[in-house]
C-alpha cells in the first residue's frame, strides 16, 4: 500500500527522504484518480527498495498542493533530495507511471 | 513441454478451467496459436457493454481498454439520464441543489435517493460486470491493427494478439483548439476534466469553452467553487439538453459570452489572462452567407483568468484504421449493416460501436446498445464461420 502524506509530515517524509518520492495528488471525487489508485499501490510495493510512493488527499492537505500549483487531478510529482524533478498530470496508466519512476531512478 | 508453454500464452483462460474442459483438435490449435474469437478495442459503454455480451456468449473476449480505462464517463460526477441508475443518498456532498432527489416510500420505511450514478462507479460496475463473465481485460493502448484477411492482428507495441473478430469501441477524444498556451499552461490552468479540477477554482475566475452539453455541465460543475464561470461560445445559441440549459440560464454565477472565440492564453507560471474575439451581429445569421461579411463587427477583448476548460467537443478516435476501413469525411467508421448485422464495418469480421461510429446520438445508453449489437453479430459471424476453419489452421 502506498503510504498517506500529509501537509503535516510532508517536510519530513519527502523533502528530507534519502530515497526518491513520487507523490500522487488525488482526490476521492475524481474518477481518473479512482483509476490510478490501485497502480499506485501496486508501484508502491513493486519499488519499495528504490522509492517511496504515497498519496496525498488534496482535500485535506490544500497547503502542500497549492504550494506546488497543483491545479489539475490527478498529477504525480517526483522529489529528488527535496526538489522537484518530474511532474505529470492526468491519469497515465501504470507504464506511463512506471516510466516516469525509471527516469527518476536513471534505469 | 508443449503444454506448459501453452500454459504459459494462455492468457485467455485460467489453468483450472483448460485442464478440466477436453482438448480437441481446433481447442488446441486455437491455443497454440493464441487466436482469440473476439478482440473488443476500447473501454467505454460500448466497449464494456460487448463485452458483458461476448462474455456470456462463451467468446472469453480480450478487451483493450486503453490507458484511461472507461472512457469519457471517468470525468462525469453523476450520469442522471442512465436508466435505473439511482443509488440511495448517503452523504452530506449529494445534497448539493442540482441533485434530484427521489423520496422512495416503502411500507416499514422511506428511502431518499440520488437520481443517477456516478460516471466512474458506473464504468467500474460495467468493467467488473464484463470480467465476471469472461471477459478478459488489458489497460494499454493499441498501437497498430490488420483488419484485413481472416485473422485480424491487434499490435500492442511489440506484441502481438490474433483474433477472428474485431470490435472497434475506440470512442472519441476531447477536441484541443490550437490556441497558443493551450499546451503551455495544461493542468495549469487548462483543463479537461471539470468535475476533477473544479474544487482548485474556489473563488476564481474559470472561462468554460463550448456550447454543447459537455461545455454546460463543466460549467454548472465549477459554480459551486468559483465566484465567476463565463461560458464561452462561438454561436447565439446553446446545443445542450433542455434541462441543462435552463440550469446554466438560472445560474446566476454563470456569464455566456456568446459569438464569442478564445484566441489565445496568457500567463507566467499559470493561467492569468484569456484573449477573446466577439463578432458583434449573429454569426450563426450569417453562416450560411458567407458573402455578406459587412454585418459582423469583430472585437477583440482581454479577461483576467485563472482557469480555462475545454469542452468544444469530441473526434473519434480512428487515426490508426485509416487506410483499412472505410471512414467518413469526418472521420467516424462506416456501418453497412446488411446480412451479417447493423455493426458490420467495410471488413467482414470487424465490426464498430458507439461514438466512433456515432456523429449523431453520442450517449452512454445508445453507445451501450450498439455495443451489445456488435457483439451480437461477432457471435452471429464466427458460427456462420464455423465451417471454414479448416483455413486458420496454417
Known amino acids: 500500500m502506498a503510504v498517506q502524506f500529509t501537509d503535516q509530515d510532508f517536510e519530513e517524509k519527502v523533502l528530507k527522504s534519502d530515497k526518491p518520492v513520487m507523490v500522487d495528488f488525488s482526490a476521492e471525487w475524481c474518477g481518473p484518480c479512482k483509476m490510478a489508485g490501485p497502480i499506485i499501490d501496486e508501484l508502491a510495493e ?10 496525498m488527499d488534496v482535500d485535506g492537505n490544500k497547503t502542500i498542493a497549492g504550494k506546488y500549483g497543483v491545479m489539475s487531478i490527478p498529477t504525480v510529482i517526483l522529489f529528488k533530495g527535496g526538489e522537484e524533478v518530474e511532474r505529470m498530470s492526468g491519469f497515465v496508466g501504470k507504464e506511463g507511471y512506471e516510466n516516469l519512476i525509471k527516469k527518476v531512478l536513471g534505469e | ?38 478482440i473488443i478495442i476500447g473501454s467505454g459503454p460500448a466497449g464494456y457493454t460487448a463485452g458483458i455480451y461476448a462474455g456470456r456468449a462463451e467468446l472469453k473476449p480480450l478487451v483493450f481498454s486503453g490507458l484511461s480505462p472507461g472512457g469519457q464517463l471517468m470525468n462525469t460526477s453523476l450520469v442522471e439520464n442512465w436508466p435505473g441508475g439511482m443509488r440511495p443518498l448517503k452523504s452530506a456532498k449529494d445534497s448539493t441543489n442540482d441533485i434530484h432527489h427521489l423520496i422512495i416510500d416503502k411500507s416499514d420505511k422511506t428511502m431518499k435517493m440520488v437520481v443517477g450514478i456516478g460516471g466512474p462507479e458506473l464504468m467500474m460496475n460495467m468493467r467488473q460486470q464484463a470480467e465476471k463473465f469472461g471477459a478478459e481485460i488489458i489497460d494499454k493502448n493499441v498501437s497498430k491493427v490488420e483488419l484485413t484477411g481472416g485473422i485480424k492482428r491487434v499490435f500492442v507495441g511489440n506484441e502481438m494478439f490474433e483474433a477472428k473478430t474485431v470490435i472497434i469501441a475506440t470512442g472519441a477524444e476531447a477536441i484541443m483548439l490550437g490556441v497558443p498556451g493551450e ?5 495549469r490552468g487548462v483543463a479537461v476534466c471539470a468535475v476533477c479540477d473544479a474544487p482548485f477554482y474556489k473563488d476564481k475566475t474559470a472561462f468554460v469553452i463550448g456550447g454543447g452539453n459537455a461545455a454546460v455541465i463543466d460549467a454548472i460543475a465549477l459554480t459551486k467553487f468559483a465566484k465567476k464561470v463565463y461560458l464561452v461560445h462561438r454561436r447565439d445559441e446553446l446545443r445542450a439538453s433542455k434541462i441543462m440549459i435552463k440550469r446554466v440560464i438560472d445560474n446566476s454565477k454563470i456569464e455566456i459570452l ?12 499559470k493561467v492569468e489572462e484569456v484573449v477573446l474575439q ?16 459587412s454585418g459582423l463587427e469583430v472585437r477583440n477583448h482581454d479577461m483576467k483568468a485563472d482557469g480555462v476548460f475545454l469542452a468544444v467537443g469530441h473526434r473519434p478516435v480512428t487515426e490508426f484504421f485509416k487506410g483499412q476501413l472505410e471512414l467518413d469525411k469526418k472521420g467516424y467508421i462506416v456501418t453497412k449493416g446488411g446480412r451479417v448485422g447493423v455493426t458490420q464495418t467495410s471488413i467482414d469480421g470487424v465490426f464498430a460501436a458507439g461514438d466512433v461510429v456515432d456523429y449523431n446520438y453520442q450517449q452512454a445508453i445508445t453507445a451501450a446498445a450498439t455495443g451489445c449489437q456488435a457483439a451480437l453479430d461477432a457471435e452471429k459471424y464466427l458460427s456462420n464461420k464455423k465451417g471454414d476453419y479448416e483455413k486458420y489452421k496454417n
Open chain 2, 183 to 187: 499546451k503551455k499552461f495544461m493542468g
Open chain 2, 1 to 38: 513441454m508443449q503444454l506448459s508453454w501453452l500454459a504459459l500464452r494462455d492468457h485467455a483462460q485460467p489453468a483450472s478451467e483448460a485442464s478440466s474442459k477436453k482438448i480437441n483438435y481446433i481447442y488446441y490449435l486455437e491455443k497454440l496459436f493464441m487466436i482469440y474469437k473476439l
Open chain 2, 258 to 269: 456568446w459569438n464569442t472565440e478564445l484566441k489565445e492564453i496568457r500567463g507566467e507560471e
Open chain 2, 278 to 293: 466577439t463578432s458583434q451581429g449573429s454569426e450563426l445569421a450569417l453562416r450560411d452567407r458567407p458573402d455578406i461579411k
Open chain 1, 46 to 55: 513493486e519499488y519499495k527498495d528504490k522509492m517511496v510512493i504515497g498519496k
